[in-house]
Every structure is written in structure tokens, then in C-alpha cells.
């Protein structure tokens, strides 16, 4: 998925919503910080056919999207940022509540092959 259509999929997703949805989709939002696992992360991002850079600086917040396809590499991105507190999880492009706690776990029933 290049990042235009990562783009189109948000927008889609915010114009028609829907119940369900085309997708299950787990965004990792984090930001700059100084930690030993801030380079890896990045490259681990970077992989990522729909990964996003935003601002500059401080303010820089990097973004990949993950399906169940893809899911161990969220599952080695997850555990190099999920203590940071600025990292956000979003499904399906949205916040909701306990991203963390609930959706992040059952994405890892995909690793059971």
C-alpha cells in the first residue's frame, strides 16, 4: 500500500463511514524522543509501505500502518515504542478507547499459524 492510497483509505474512511469496515488496520503514531530504540523504531516505520513523517524537529511523528498481514512486523515495532508515552494506537484511523490494552492483543491472534 503506497502512502497516497494509505491517504485515500483515512479519507474514505472519514467520508463514508460505515459499520463495517473494508479492513482491519492498526495505526503506531509515535514521536522524537531520545531512547536507545528511537533509531530502530524509525527503521522499522520506514519499512512500512504506508509509513508518514509529520512536522519537524521535536514535533516529529512517525506513522506506519499495519494489517493482520503484517502483523509481526507491528508486533516488533509495538514493543520497541509502546512505553513511550507520546506513542498513540489507532484502528482503522481512529482513537478509540483502549487502543493499547484490547486491539494491540488481539492483533497478536494473527501470529498463531
Not at 523504531?41 to 506506519?64: I, Q
Not at 507520546?86 to 487502543?99: C, D, F, G, S
Amino acid at each position: 500500500m503506497t502512502e497516497d492510497q494509505a491517504a485515500r483509505d483515512q479519507l474514505d474512511d472519514i467520508l463514508h463511514p460505515g459499520p463495517l469496515a473494508k479492513s482491519f488496520r492498526i495505526t503506531v503514531v509515535f514521536r522524537r524522543r531520545v531512547h536507545p530504540n528511537y533509531e530502530k523504531a524509525v527503521v522499522l516505520a520506514k519499512r512500512n509501505p504506508a509509513y508518514r513523517e509529520e512536522g519537524t524537529g521535536d514535533f516529529l511523528r512517525h506513522s506506519a500502518v499495519f494489517t493482520p498481514d503484517t502483523v509481526e512486523d507491528l508486533f516488533e515495532l509495538f514493543n520497541l515504542v509502546h512505553d513511550w508515552e507520546t506513542t498513540e494506537i489507532l484502528v482503522n484511523h481512529k482513537r478509540i478507547p483502549y487502543a493499547h490494552q484490547l486491539w494491540i492483543p488481539l492483533m497478536w491472534f494473527y501470529r498463531v499459524r
